[in-house]
């Protein structure tokens, strides 16, 4: 069975820093490019950022370049790691944040990249208050 946990959200002073962690287990996620989303309130889900399966290529939504900082773990007993630090954070960077897995590699665009995803987690509340 794959699931993906997030977990690492909370409140958060603007200027602070959190740091989110996906656990992936069901599949050899080691192949697979990992992403973060995010959904606000009354808003749509909006890609955060991506890791291919090396963990060498990056790709992030302009609003949070510099800021924010994906990554990924070897495995530990087949569970597979991805993480988002995130620092600098503004209140319009409260949502609740998806971790994801796509079984491609590293897709081109945004648009591309969201909807490939094949699995998603149910996600981590991130409150950043002013």
């Known amino acids: 069975q794959v699931q993906l946990v997030e977990s690492g959200g909370g409140l958060v002073q603007a200027g602070g820093s959190l740091r989110l962690s996906c656990a992936a287990s069901?599949?050899?996620?080691?192949?697979?490019?990992m992403g973060w989303f995010r959904q606000a309130p009354g808003k749509e889900r909006e890609f955060v950022a991506a890791?291919?399966?090396?963990?060498?290529?990056?790709?992030?939504?302009d609003s949070v370049k510099g800021r924010f900082t994906i990554s990924r773990d070897n495995p530990k007993n087949t569970v597979y790691l991805v993480y988002l630090q995130m620092n600098s954070l503004k209140p319009e960077d409260t949502a609740v944040y998806y971790c994801?897995?796509?079984?491609?590699?590293?897709?081109?665009?945004?648009?591309?990249?969201?909807?490939?995803?094949?699995?998603w987690g149910k996600g981590t509340l991130v409150t950043v208050s002013s």
């Open positions: 994801a897995a796509d079984r491609s590699a590293l897709r081109p665009t945004i648009r591309t990249m969201t909807n490939g995803m094949d699995y």
């Open positions: 069901g599949r050899t996620f080691s192949s697979y490019t």
């Open positions: 890791i291919d399966w090396t963990g060498t290529s990056t790709y992030y939504t």
